[in-house]
C-alpha cells in the first residue's frame, strides 16, 4: 500500500536547539500537509505544501517539499518548550484520503 | 467559527452496550471523516463522507455504523465493540472531498475505553 515514512520517531532537544522532521514515500506525492498534535490534543493543521521545491516559513518552523515531491521536511529554529507535540506529515497520493506518517515526538529540555 | 465538535469528550462502555459517538460542525463543509488514533500512532482513516454520502469506508467491521444526518453532523454509532476498538476517535471537516486533498479540521476526539 502506500506509505509515508516519517524519522526520527522521537527527538529530545534542549531549549533554543534546532530540530527537524523527515517524511518520504516512494511514490510522487500530490501534495503533502503537516499537522502538530500537542499531548493529549487533537491534530493542529500547520501547512500544506503543492508544488515541486516548496519552501514555507512560518515564524521558526520553515517547511519544504522535495523536487521529485517525493519527501519533505520541518525544520524548527531555535526551539521553545511551547513546540512540544509530535508532527505528522500526511501525504496525498492524488486520491481523496491523507496518508500519515507516523509521527515525530519532540520534546523539549529547558 | 472554524471549530469542530465532539461528544462526548470520554466514553466507557461494556462489549455488550451499544452508544454513539456525536461530530458537529458550522463552517459549511460538505466532507466529514472518521479517524482512530491508538496511543502513540498516527491517525487512521475509517469513514468519509462527502455531501452526506458515504463516499469512502476503509474496510471497518461492521460494529462502526457511520451516520450523516444532515451536512453539519456526523455520528458513528458503536455496537459489540472489542477492547482492542479502545482508542481516540477523531472527527474532522473539510471544505469538499477532492482528489487533490483540503486542509482538514480536527475535533478533540472522543476517547473510548471498551471493558
Known amino acids: 500500500g502506500q506509505q509515508v515514512m516519517q524519522i526520527p520517531q522521537y527527538q529530545h532537544v534542549q531549549e533554543g536547539e534546532d530540530f527537524t522532521t523527515y517524511c518520504n514515500s516512494s511514490?510522487?506525492?500530490?501534495?503533502i500537509q503537516w499537522y502538530k498534535q500537542r499531548p493529549g490534543g487533537h491534530p493542529v493543521f500547520l501547512i500544506q505544501?503543492?508544488?515541486?521545491?516548496e519552501v514555507k516559513k512560518q515564524k521558526r518552523l520553515t517547511f519544504q517539499f522535495g523536487e521529485a515531491k517525493k519527501n519533505s521536511s520541518l525544520h524548527i529554529t531555535a526551539t521553545q518548550t511551547t513546540d512540544v507535540g509530535t508532527y505528522f506529515c500526511?501525504?496525498?497520493?492524488?486520491?481523496?484520503?491523507?496518508?500519515f506518517g507516523t509521527g515525530t515526538r519532540l520534546t523539549i529540555i529547558p | 467559527d472554524t471549530e469542530v465538535t465532539q461528544t462526548p469528550k470520554h466514553l466507557v462502555m461494556g462489549m455488550t452496550n451499544k452508544k454513539s459517538l456525536k461530530c458537529e460542525q458550522h463552517?459549511?463543509?460538505?466532507?466529514m471523516y472518521w479517524y482512530k488514533q491508538k496511543a502513540k500512532k498516527p491517525p487512521e482513516l475509517m469513514f468519509v463522507?462527502?455531501?452526506?454520502?458515504?463516499?469512502i469506508n476503509e474496510s471497518v467491521p461492521s460494529r462502526f455504523s457511520p451516520e450523516c444526518p444532515n451536512s453539519s453532523l456526523l455520528n458513528l454509532h458503536l455496537h459489540a465493540l472489542q477492547p482492542e476498538d479502545s482508542a481516540l476517535y477523531l472527527c474532522?471537516?473539510?471544505?469538499?472531498?477532492?482528489?487533490?486533498?483540503?486542509?482538514?479540521?480536527f475535533g478533540p476526539g472522543t476517547r473510548l475505553t471498551v471493558l
Open positions: 474532522a471537516s473539510s471544505q469538499v472531498l477532492t482528489r487533490s486533498t483540503d486542509t482538514q479540521y
Open positions: 511514490t510522487t506525492l500530490s501534495n
Open positions: 505544501l503543492v508544488k515541486s521545491g
Open positions: 500526511a501525504a496525498n497520493f492524488g486520491n481523496e484520503k491523507l496518508t
Open positions: 463552517m459549511g463543509h460538505r466532507a
Open positions: 463522507y462527502s455531501y452526506e454520502k458515504l463516499s
